[in-house]
């Protein structure tokens, strides 16, 4: 162990061992991507009580303008952020060495934050009102493209700092074997960043200097293309990210190991191989592409990286059941999950995460992904219905769940009201589901997304949208609400605990390594260890199957709808 | 040992898989398979694809033509603006121009016939979103879209933009009658 003097924090409560190097960059960077999640909140709320038709409360300029700081501030920034905090933990903690160039950590943190501040003052001054996307020709202030671009070189370094803290794990030898699954999943979303950040580059670097005057024409087609690789990706970041946090969460409160390392790897593998192609789910109902492209692309190559999901679907809360039964939770099916600690919001939040994430955002993707059926949601509401379910019950819970761990472990901090905790992500899950629903709802009768109002008071020749689409806003107004007040909670308990929280002990900083001791440290053997003449995880294996029949149904109700609608060759 | 730390098995892809992994691993990829083939298989039996058909187009060269099927087959005007409404000839081309803020002109169609709808925008990027149907197609500056419609139903439709295109967005909406 190449450590000098006492370096090392051993938490007294999990026997995780913090790094003085990593320690504080992990918390900083989680409590900046906290701070950006409470901006993009509030803004959520003003736009949700906007797109709330019978509300519809700020004005055309303002709601456009807020929608444009909400999508960077929720999408880019909160994520990368608490993502970066995550690679840290993964590699430095997880592995107990220390990080890979720390000063660089934190000219990496300078520059994200930097960066945001930026492109939000372009935002905010209104001279970038261009929406997330910034399609060309539409053209925003520069100091909105350089906000970006300082953003993604500073995560890009923090990508390039895991991977280097891997390097040194394995030179110093601080553990045996392979790196553990969850590291395996980090290291997956870090590949992916350094793709999806590589194709950000690609783009806003030339729209920077068009912007700024010295080129004079970005084509809007290759725009999408490359700005996609960046925009879409840096989604599929997430999902490797949260998916890990899944795997982490199921160790944490179970003790649970992968059914199967092996298969658990391959899924990410797939990921890395296929998840980027989805810049073409953006470009199916574009000129320009061809239509073997798009089908090729849309699909991840065969629907390899939906497969990958699909496994990790099933693996996930299998390993749980493996865990559940090894502890004697063997009655029925079922037994395994009603026992399960539904009050604690680590394993909660999580598994409303998990669901949520496979039959809202995974289900509504792929039929969205589908080349032909694109054409009945492209650009309605019901894509943000689908990424709400994706991003937000799927990463966002996952990652607020993690927190709930962190607080006492990385923050030493008690959690202030743990009675409002364990509602938190029932509140904020339910809530955003009902949300999501809702807004695919309104998407399937044809409302458009980012549009001030369906009403289109004052146009020349309005259109009246179905009685169904006003219901399903009103819905939607209402389950958002209640979504942001599981927001706020959330933030009030997270920032209360930093504040208020009755503080811990820390435990000692100490130079020796001390192995894990987590809530539950069953030696788990016999099926989990994958004996291929079991079938160990039944429950979970009826619950897959009940997503696959929603699945195929969805899917194949959609295809009945197209072949209503008018002929198109 | 859980999925925080290094496998316990050193040479762990050799450790066998258990059987609710396999059976659902071999369901799963049947059902990638499926929706795989489902895309192609639309393309030769299905009847809604969407064209790829598509040209360079500068604003100027597009407005010529468009004005020229006006000239040719307006058939009354709409509204105090005047914008004329236009029925051209089964199997024809039909012009469509988006830009801010309005689509130009309100185009007129038979049901049952098939028309060759050209679409292009001459500043942003706009969103054809053919209402009550739900049908939704880019429309990008530059690139002439050449998609074959067919109407399968009479009455009026509208023709709302689902692309963000600026302050008068919300406004960019327009009629489509199907006879």
């Known amino acids: 162990m190449a450590t000098t003097g006492n370096m090392f924090r051993i938490c007294p409560r999990t026997g995780l061992q913090f ?67 995550i690679l840290y933990f993964c590699s430095s903690t997880l592995l107990r060495c ?72 394995k030179a110093e030898k601080t553990y045996e074997g392979s790196i553990p699954l969850v590291t395996f999943g980090a290291m997956t979303a870090a590949i992916i960043a ?69 298969v658990s790897r391959i899924a990410f593998v797939l990921y890395i191989c296929f998840l980027q192609l989805a810049s073409a789910h953006h470009l199916l109902a574009d000129p320009a592409v061809g239509t073997e492209w798009k089908v090729f692309n849309t699909s991840y190559a065969m629907y390899l990286a939906v497969l990958a999901s699909m496994i990790h679907g099933l693996t996930v809360p299998g390993s749980i059941e493996v865990a559940q039964r090894g502890k004697g939770f063997t009655k029925g099916l079922f037994e395994w999950i009603r026992k399960a600690p539904w009050s604690n919001p680590v394993f909660s939040g999580m598994f409303i995460s998990l669901v949520g994430f496979g039959f809202l955002g995974g289900i ?12 009945l949601i492209h650009n309605t509401i019901y894509v943000p219905g689908h990424f709400h379910a994706t991003v937000v019950i799927g990463t966002t819970l996952a990652f607020m769940s993690l927190t709930y761990f962190l607080v006492p472990v990385l923050f030493n901090r008690e959690l202030i009201n743990p009675g409002l905790a364990k509602w938190q992500p029932y509140l904020f899950g339910l809530g955003m589901g009902v949300f999501t629903l809702a807004m695919m709802g309104a998407g399937t009768v044809g409302v458009p997304r980012r549009h001030w109002d369906i009403t289109f008071a004052g146009a020349a020749l309005p259109y009246e949208f179905p009685g169904v689409a006003l219901l399903m806003l009103a819905i939607m107004g209402i ?4 979504a942001v007040i599981g927001g ?49 995880a039944p429950g979970t294996f009826v619950f897959a199957m009940v997503f696959l029949v929603a699945f ?18 | 040992m859980s999925s925080i730390h290094p496998p316990s098995e050193r040479i762990w892809w050799k450790q066998p898989i258990d059987k609710s992994e396999i059976i659902w691993i071999a369901i799963a990829f049947a059902w990638c398979m499926v929706m795989f083939f489902m895309m192609p298989y639309w393309h030769i039996y299905g009847k809604q694809n969407l064209s790829t058909e ?126």
């Open chain 1, 552 to 569: 195929v149904l969805y899917y194949f109700v959609n295809w009945k709808y197209l072949s209503t609608v008018w002929g198109l060759s």
């Open chain 1, 479 to 482: 389950s958002g609400i209640v």
């Open chain 2, 54 to 179: 598509t040209y360079r187009v500068t604003p100027q060269l597009f407005s010529k033509a468009a004005q020229q099927m006006v000239d040719k087959y307006t058939v009354r005007t709409e509204t105090d603006r005047n914008i004329p409404v236009v029925a051209p000839p089964a199997g024809g081309d039909v012009y469509l121009i988006a830009r801010l803020w309005d689509w130009w002109p309100i185009i007129e169609l038979e049901k049952g016939k098939t028309y060759r709808l050209h679409l292009t925008s001459m500043d942003y990027q706009h969103g054809f979103s053919l209402q009550p149907e739900n049908i939704n197609v880019q429309v990008l500056p530059g690139y002439e879209h050449v998609v074959t419609v067919t109407p399968n139903r009479s009455g009026a439709y509208a023709i709302v933009c689902n692309e963000f295109c600026g302050i008068g967005h919300h406004k960019m909406v327009s009629k489509l009658y199907v006879k």
């Open chain 1, 488 to 536: 706020g909670i959330y933030i009030y308990l997270t920032v209360g605990s930093l504040l208020w929280g009755k503080r811990l002990d820390a435990g000692p900083y100490t130079s020796e390594i001390s192995p894990l001791r987590l809530p539950v440290q069953v030696a788990l053997t016999g099926k989990g260890d994958g004996h291929a003449a079991g079938f160990a």
């Open chain 1, 19 to 85: 790094h003085k190097s990593a320690e504080p960059l992990i918390k900083l960077n989680a409590v900046a991507a906290v701070v950006a999640l409470l901006v993009g909140g509030v803004l959520a709320l003003l736009v949700l009580l906007t797109r709330w038709q019978a509300v519809h409360l700020i004005d055309a300029d303002t709601f456009y303008l807020y929608l444009t700081a909400h999508g960077l501030d929720m999408l880019v920034i909160w994520i990368i952020f608490f993502e970066v905090a």
């Open chain 1, 194 to 262: 350094i793709f999806t950040i590589a194709s950000g580059a690609i783009i806003l670097i030339p729209t920077f200097l068009w912007s700024a005057g010295y080129i004079s024409h970005i084509d809007p087609a290759m725009y999408r293309l490359i700005w996609w690789g960046f925009g879409h990706s840096s989604q599929q970041i997430n999902v490797a990210a949260h998916i890990a946090v899944w795997y982490a969460i199921a160790a944490i409160v179970f003790g649970a190991k992968p059914m199967s390392e092996r």
């Open chain 1, 364 to 375: 509504s993707g792929v039929m969205m992904g589908t080349e032909q059926l694109n054409m």
């Open chain 1, 98 to 169: 220390r990080l890979a160039t720390p000063r660089l950590a934190w000219l990496a943190f300078a520059l994200m934050i930097i960066g945001t501040v930026t492109f939000n003052v372009a935002i905010f001054a209104g001279k970038a009102t261009v929406m997330m996307t910034s399609y060309v020709p539409m053209q925003a202030h520069p100091a909105f493209y350089l906000g970006l671009i300082l953003f993604a070189v500073g995560a890009l370094i923090a990508c390039f700092i895991f991977l280097g803290t891997l390097v040194v794990a």
